[in-house]
C-alpha cells in the first residue's frame, strides 16, 4: 500500500506578500544604516582633525602663524611627517584622495620620511586650510567638505570635496576646538565661536581657505 504525504507549497499570493514585505523593510533600513554610516565617519573626521590641529600647533604654534602654500598639501605636509603617519588625513570615501605612490613606497612631491611611505600623499587629505590663520580663536584654521572652486561646496558624494554631500562641514578653530557645522541652503554661512552667521570664505579678512591638491 503506498503511503501519500501531504505535499502544500506556498501560493503565489504569499510569495508576492513576503517579497513586498521584505522590499519595504530594506527601503527603510538602507537610508538609515547609510545615515549611521556618514555620521560615523564625520566623527571620525572630528578626531582627525583634532590630531592634525595639534600637529600643526607643535609645528607652528610658537610662529603664531602657518607658512605660505598654494594648497593645504603644501601647508601640512611637514606636519605629516612630524606625526609620522598620513592616516589622519584620510577620511574613506573622498574623493580627494589621489593615487599617487606613497602606498607603494614614495611619493615623488612630498616624500622626506623615513621609511619611505609615510608622507602626505597629494590628495590624500580632504581639508581645506586658512593659510591666514594666526592662531585666533574665532577663525577656522582647518575645515572639511570644500569643493574644488573656493567658495562653493559640493553637493554629491563624488564630487571632488563632496564627502558630507554639501550639508555638514567639519572645522577647528585656532585654539583648538571641533565643531561639526550643518550649513544653510547657501552651503556657505557657518556659526563662529560667538553664534553668529559668518561666510567662512570671506570673513574680516582673516580666512583664506586653499583646497588640498589632489592626486594625479
Given amino acids: 500500500m503506498k503511503t501519500q504525504f501531504n505535499q502544500k507549497g506556498f501560493t503565489l499570493i504569499e510569495l508576492l506578500v513576503v517579497i513586498t514585505i521584505i522590499a519595504i523593510l530594506a527601503s527603510v533600513s538602507v537610508p538609515v544604516f547609510s545615515s549611521i554610516q556618514q555620521k560615523a565617519k564625520v566623527n571620525k573626521s572630528m578626531q582627525q582633525v583634532s590630531g592634525i590641529y595639534k600637529g600643526v600647533y607643535a609645528l607652528y604654534g610658537e610662529d603664531g602663524f602657518l607658512p605660505t602654500g598654494d594648497n593645504a598639501n603644501d601647508i601640512l605636509a ?112 557657518m556659526k563662529d565661536m560667538g553664534g553668529r552667521n559668518i561666510d567662512l570664505f570671506d570673513y574680516q579678512g582673516k580666512v583664506q581657505m586653499v583646497n588640498p591638491q589632489r592626486g594625479n
Fill in 78 to 189: 611637514e606636519v605629516a611627517v612630524e606625526m609620522d603617519s598620513e592616516k589622519p588625513f584620510y577620511v574613506a570615501g573622498c574623493a580627494w584622495h589621489g593615487n599617487g605612490q606613497t602606498k607603494t613606497g614614495g611619493d615623488n612631491f612630498h616624500e622626506r620620511s623615513t621609511p619611505q611611505g609615510i608622507a602626505l600623499e597629494p590628495g590624500a587629505n580632504h581639508y581645506a586650510v586658512n593659510k591666514s590663520s594666526r592662531f585666533e580663536p574665532r577663525y577656522p584654521m582647518l575645515a572639511s567638505g570644500f569643493s574644488s572652486t573656493v567658495g562653493q561646496y559640493a553637493q554629491e558624494k563624488s564630487e571632488l570635496g563632496g564627502i558630507w554631500e554639501g550639508k555638514t562641514a567639519v572645522i577647528i578653530y585656532g585654539t583648538g576646538d571641533a565643531e561639526i557645522v550643518k550649513l544653510d541652503l547657501s552651503g556657505k554661512a
